[in-house]
């Protein structure tokens, strides 16, 4: 048998590696059958391969190759990993109560099945690894300041979701940001963070430049955008990210934010960031003061097409869009947020 390895093109900028089994086959003395030789080729086919390309939408509009990412708006979930894989446990063992303490009840595929395209992780680091559920390394948590961290499953699961979801998506750009954290866990997560992200993409990489136009990104198959804050001090491809938030921290209300509530917060801003557009806008569409499910409720459905008026405001006011639009709870109205991106988005490219 005669084994060799190559590689095809399958449409919609996929490859795939495929094995090719040459055997050569001899009826045995023994057959009944006169003796003859065939030849039989048996093809295996992998896992796809995302490869490189010409750009032609970006995470499904049309005309977006041209932008640089900073003119570009993404669809985000809140505390992404808080909920994606069920329950949250403290470090004691004990199930963590979800109402303050799981921000979402989708998995990471799901959620980029749903059109998010940003995600707001928080971490931790464990030494060592026990049962089924504990796995050492860096692990997604949400941390609340007065009962302490809930513990999710590893960073190295939800990256490896985002890269087959990009393998078969080559459109796809995604952008990660890592945040909060306990500070007892500062030394491990930048001693590892660096590694534990690079070895977790194989189908894409991440991207060095905070902010290249995207059909590089794209055509490069460099399609990932990996921030860090909160005194992580990120090493390259990771960047630092200082962006300006909206976030209010107000009680709910049925009557969510208005574009006027938006434009404050981004005039309050001293050092006016909202005009410098190395600075991504991020518009925090989510309230506090109830359980997290239910204030999710307030500000979906069609109080997302709000931010369609705030980011032509926006654009009018500091000539950039916004940027980032982190939600709880994703997929919990009858309206996607991905939907209103996309039409923001094409405002965008109109604009830009």
Same mark, same amino acid.
């Given at each position: 048998?005669?084994?060799?390895?190559?590689?095809?093109?399958?449409?919609? !900028?996929?490859?795939?590696?495929?094995?090719?089994?040459?055997?050569?086959?001899?009826?045995?003395?023994?057959?009944?059958?006169?003796?003859?030789?065939?030849?039989?080729?048996?093809?295996?086919?992998?896992?796809?391969?995302?490869?490189s390309?010409?750009c032609?939408?970006?995470?499904?509009?049309?005309?977006?190759?041209?932008l640089?990412?900073?003119? &570009?708006?993404?669809?985000?979930?809140?505390?992404?990993?808080?909920?994606?894989?069920?329950?949250?446990?403290?470090?004691? !063992?004990?199930?963590?109560p979800?109402?303050?303490?799981?921000n979402?009840?989708?998995?990471?595929?799901?959620?980029?099945?749903?059109?998010?395209?940003?995600?707001?992780?928080?971490?931790?680091?464990?030494?060592?690894?026990?049962?089924?559920?504990?796995?050492? !390394?860096?692990v997604?948590?949400?941390?609340?300041?007065?009962?302490?961290?809930?513990y999710? *499953?590893?960073? $190295? *699961?939800?990256?490896?979701?985002?890269?087959?979801?990009m393998?078969?998506?080559?459109?796809?750009?995604?952008?990660? *940001?890592?945040k909060?954290?306990?500070?007892?866990?500062?030394?491990?997560?930048?001693?590892?963070?660096?590694?534990?992200?690079?070895?977790?993409?194989?189908?894409?990489?991440?991207?060095?430049?905070?902010?290249?136009?995207?059909?590089?990104?794209?055509?490069?198959?460099?399609?990932v955008?990996?921030y860090?804050?909160?005194?992580?001090?990120?090493?390259?491809?990771i960047?630092?990210l200082?962006?300006?938030?909206t976030? &209010?921290?107000?009680?709910?209300?049925?009557t969510?934010?208005?574009?006027?509530?938006?434009?404050?917060?981004?005039?309050?801003?001293?050092?006016?960031?909202? !005009?410098?557009?190395?600075?991504?806008?991020?518009?925090?569409?989510?309230?506090?003061?109830?359980?997290?499910?239910?204030?999710?409720?307030?500000?979906?459905?069609?109080? &997302?097409?709000?931010l369609?008026?705030?980011?032509?405001?926006?654009?009018?006011?500091?000539?950039r869009?916004?940027?980032?639009?982190p939600?709880d709870?994703?997929?919990?109205?009858?309206?996607?947020?991905?939907?209103?991106?996309?039409?923001?988005?094409?405002?965008?490219? $109109?604009? &830009?």
């Amino acid at each position: 048998a005669v084994v060799s390895t190559q590689s095809g093109h399958y449409g919609r !900028g996929l490859s795939s590696r495929f094995i090719v089994i040459l055997i050569d086959s001899t009826f045995s003395q023994h057959s009944m059958a006169p003796l003859s030789s065939w030849v039989a080729m048996v093809t295996v086919l992998l896992l796809p391969e995302a490869v490189s390309g010409t750009c032609k939408t970006v995470n499904g509009v049309h005309g977006a190759c041209k932008l640089r990412l900073n003119y &570009f708006t993404l669809a985000g979930t809140h505390n992404s990993g808080a909920g994606a894989y069920g329950l949250l446990y403290w470090y004691s !063992g004990a199930v963590a109560p979800s109402c303050n303490i799981r921000n979402q009840d989708k998995s990471i595929t799901q959620q980029l099945e749903l059109g998010i395209r940003y995600f707001d992780f928080d971490l931790s680091y464990l030494s060592s690894s026990s049962g089924s559920w504990w796995e050492k !390394g860096l692990v997604l948590v949400h941390c609340n300041g007065v009962v302490g961290c809930a513990y999710s *499953r590893s960073l $190295k *699961r939800a990256l490896r979701e985002i890269d087959n979801f990009m393998a078969r998506t080559p459109d796809a750009v995604v952008a990660i *940001r890592f945040k909060d954290h306990p500070s007892s866990a500062r030394a491990d997560i930048r001693n590892h963070l660096k590694d534990e992200v690079l070895s977790s993409f194989t189908h894409v990489q991440v991207n060095p430049d905070p902010n290249p136009y995207l059909k590089d990104a794209i055509n490069s198959n460099k399609r990932v955008f990996v921030y860090a804050n909160g005194g992580f001090a990120p090493r390259s491809p990771i960047n630092e990210l200082r962006q300006v938030e909206t976030y &209010f921290g107000s009680s709910a209300s049925d009557t969510c934010y208005t574009v006027n509530d938006i434009l404050s917060a981004l005039q309050k801003d001293k050092y006016n960031r909202a !005009g410098n557009s190395y600075y991504p806008v991020q518009v925090d569409w989510y309230t506090t003061g109830l359980c997290l499910w239910d204030e999710a409720g307030y500000c979906d459905g069609k109080m &997302f097409h709000r931010l369609v008026d705030i980011n032509k405001m926006v654009v009018q006011k500091y000539h950039r869009p916004i940027n980032l639009v982190p939600i709880d709870y994703a997929g919990r109205g009858p309206v996607k947020l991905s939907d209103v991106v996309k039409e923001i988005n094409e405002y965008n490219v $109109k604009m &830009f």
